[in-house]
T-cell receptor, first 110, second 112 residues
């Protein structure tokens, strides 16, 4: 199967750190993506992990453990503009079709 | 300098009609995709296509058909629209497996 699970909603405070978890049960994923989607807008790429470990990119970092079927997105120094949905997606198939989780809606409060 | 564009942005139509959504990318990508995002914001792959192969998600009704006049375009044609087809449809493009995908702005389809 290709189930991808992530929390539905999270709330955090401006300036804080938040970790959004994603677990998956799959065979055939090449790697794991994280996308950000603001309300009414298109998803935009944040990160891609194909190897185990942590990838850091500015305020955002993403971690993958293939053996555990687990990934997380870490957002540091939260800003109000980080309020959005964060989508975990597995990269599957010969053409790289994205298999998305249902997304985590993050609300950043002052 | 738009990367992935879709038209129309909004589409309101009645049940039973046939409609098309157009998608164009100017990124030189060789693979294009259509995704459907339902009212619960769940984003699901419908099709992927490069110049060699069309891959159809088995859950997509055959009323939906992608048409690619050339490498930069992948249009979505929908026959006999149903209420349940109401959703936001996103086109995307990329270089295939292991590469990020760039999404168009979405087309909000409402079937009445």
């Amino acid at each position: 199967g290709q189930n991808i699970d992530q929390p539905t909603e999270m709330t955090a405070t401006e300036g804080a750190i938040v970790q959004i978890n994603c677990t998956y049960q799959t065979s055939g994923f090449n790697g794991l993506f994280w996308y950000q989607q603001h309300a009414g807008e298109a998803p935009t790429f944040l990160s891609y992990n194909v190897l185990d470990g942590l990838e850091e990119k500015g305020r955002f970092s993403s971690f993958l453990s293939r053996s555990k079927g687990y990934s997380y997105l870490l957002l540091k120094e939260l800003q109000m503009k980080d309020s959005a949905s964060y989508l975990c997606a597995g990269d599957g198939g010969s053409q790289g079709n994205l298999i998305f989780g249902k997304g985590t809606k993050l609300s950043v409060k002052p | 300098d738009t990367a992935v564009s879709q038209t129309p942005k909004y589409l309101v139509t009645q049940m039973g009609n046939d409609k098309s959504i157009k998608c164009e990318q100017n990124l030189g990508h060789d693979t294009m995709y259509w995704y459907k995002q339902d009212s619960k914001k769940f984003l699901k792959i419908m099709f992927s296509y490069n110049n060699k192969e069309l891959i159809i998600n088995e859950t997509v009704p055959n009323r939906f058909s992608p048409k690619s006049p050339d490498k930069a375009h992948l249009n979505l044609h929908i026959n006999s629209l149903e209420l349940g087809d109401s959703a936001v449809y996103f086109c995307a493009s990329g270089h295939g497996t292991g590469y990020e995908q760039y999404f168009g702005p979405g087309t909000r389809l409402t079937v009445t």
